[in-house]
């Protein structure tokens, strides 16, 4: 015997179909709530409409056409049984006048003659169509009509077997012609809807974004926005009143954490200087300076656990020329003889950073590979929403595995590098959490000078 799978390879191929389809349906649709608003109102309105114009053309507009169609074709065929089952020696003057006073038709009677060629339809043939249908039901012999050729008239010919019966009526009698006023009417109340809706939702909308825009500078340090305060509907106030909420408790624990450290890192100080002073009494020994450079690693530790501590969220944001930072940072450097290659494309760049913070940022990453390479290159360029600094050395460089490893605090890589080289692995955790506080990352990957490559971005 022979299993059967439960699974139906038809019904697997039309869920992936309809789950591609979902997908490329989805990546077209609008990211914007703005935009998505205006659908859910737009759609169903739409859709309405669109119900409401079928209904309308369907039954009204097509029934009514036909009626007076009817209506039409029966006093045209009466005229015709007039016209046949009666002699008149006055040419039919009298009936051509009772058709325009009684029935408003103007009729001519024609000498016999071919009737003219078929004319081609017209877009719309709702009449043409009806129209048509009625005369070959009624009375059915040879016609020709012609819907198109004057606006406000329909001319019909009827081919009799002496004569060509010619007719000529008013649309309004044969037509529902005052039916695009319905349609009008329809589709300007539409518009004025829908303008009411986008100046609306404009106004609910603002508020989020205002929302948006000062939760994304707080998150890069900046202050908000001077004119920022909780405005719009009652949930986006809500919202906007626990985001001010949080954002000061974040700010009081930052400055209380701040003032406890700053206590802590004064009264170590202090006790560091008493070292230095004790230890400045004694002679040059070798036990001295083996204690006098244990005091200053001391010192040295000390201020990199308090400034990854405080993260230097105290300091505020100013306008920073970002060429200006760099060259100090390459003046330094070459005071400590070592050489670093800085190059900045474009126009002078000039950003609102916490320069301080940002300077100690591209420091720790700068003397991080002049410690282990003896090529630094510094390369800085700008898109329009982004600043990216490259970072790149010719140093032994970071397994790849360990690339992101290394920005843990109190993390060492010393089998990676020289291991004579003090270190308190703080360095790239001050780093990342100095670029992370104004909005942008640190990444590292290989150089193509052979070593590691640090990439910095920050949003402009």
Do not use: C
Not at 406 to 412: K, S
């Amino acid at each position: 015997m022979v299993a059967l799978s439960d699974e139906d390879p038809t019904s697997e191929a039309s869920q992936s179909l309809w789950k591609r389809f979902a997908r490329a349906l989805a990546a077209q649709m609008p990211k914007g709530l703005y935009a998505r608003a205006l659908i859910i109102i737009i759609a169903p309105m739409a859709l309405l409409q669109s119900v409401v114009a079928f209904v309308f053309m369907e039954r009204h507009w097509e029934l009514v056409t036909r009626r007076l169609s009817t209506a039409t074709t029966r006093d045209i065929a009466m005229l015709i049984n007039v016209y046949e089952s009666y002699a008149h020696q006055d040419q039919y003057a009298k009936l051509i006048r009772m058709a325009h006073k009684d029935l408003n038709l103007s009729v001519q009677i024609l000498p016999p003659q071919d009737l003219p060629p078929a004319r081609p339809k017209p877009f719309f043939a709702l009449l043409d169509r009806t129209l048509s249908n009625e005369i070959r039901q009624r009375i059915g012999k040879p016609f020709w009509i012609d819907t198109v050729g004057r606006s406000h008239l329909v001319e019909i010919r009827i081919k009799l077997d002496d004569a060509v019966f010619r007719v000529l009526a008013r649309r309004s009698q044969t037509y529902a012609s005052n039916s695009h006023i319905f349609l009008l009417w329809m589709v300007a109340t539409s518009l004025v809807l829908l303008t009411v809706a986008v100046l609306f939702l404009r106004n609910q909308i603002r508020p989020i974004l205002r929302l948006a825009e000062a939760a994304d500078r707080f998150g890069k340090g900046r202050p908000a926005p001077p004119d920022f305060r909780p405005r719009g509907a009652r949930e986006v106030r809500q919202a906007a009143y626990a985001f001010v909420e949080m954002r000061d408790r974040i700010e009081r624990q930052i400055e209380q954490r701040t003032t406890m450290l700053a206590g802590v890192s004064h009264d170590l100080r202090t006790i560091l200087t008493r070292f230095k002073l004790q230890l400045a009494m004694y002679d040059d020994s070798d036990e001295a300076k083996a204690m006098r450079r244990d005091v200053d690693e001391m010192q040295a530790m000390l201020e990199d656990y308090m400034a990854f501590a405080k993260g230097d969220s105290s300091e505020d944001t100013a306008r920073v020329d970002v060429r200006e930072v760099l060259t100090e940072i390459r003046n330094q450097t070459s005071r400590e003889g070592k050489s670093i290659t800085i190059t900045m494309n474009g126009e002078p760049v000039v950003v609102s950073l916490r320069r301080h913070a940002f300077k100690r940022a591209v420091d720790n990453i700068v003397n991080n590979a002049v410690r282990f390479a003896d090529t630094v290159e510094v390369d800085a360029s700008t898109t329009r929403k982004w600043l990216t600094i490259r970072v790149e050395d010719d140093g032994p460089g970071i397994p790849i595995e360990e690339h992101e490893e290394v920005f843990r605090p109190f993390y060492r890589l010393d089998h990676a590098r020289n291991q004579n080289t003090s270190s308190t692995g703080l360095g790239l955790a001050i780093a990342r959490d100095i670029v992370r506080g104004h909005g942008g990352d640190i990444t590292l990957g290989e150089s193509r000078l052979g070593g590691l490559k640090a990439t910095i971005r920050l949003p402009i």
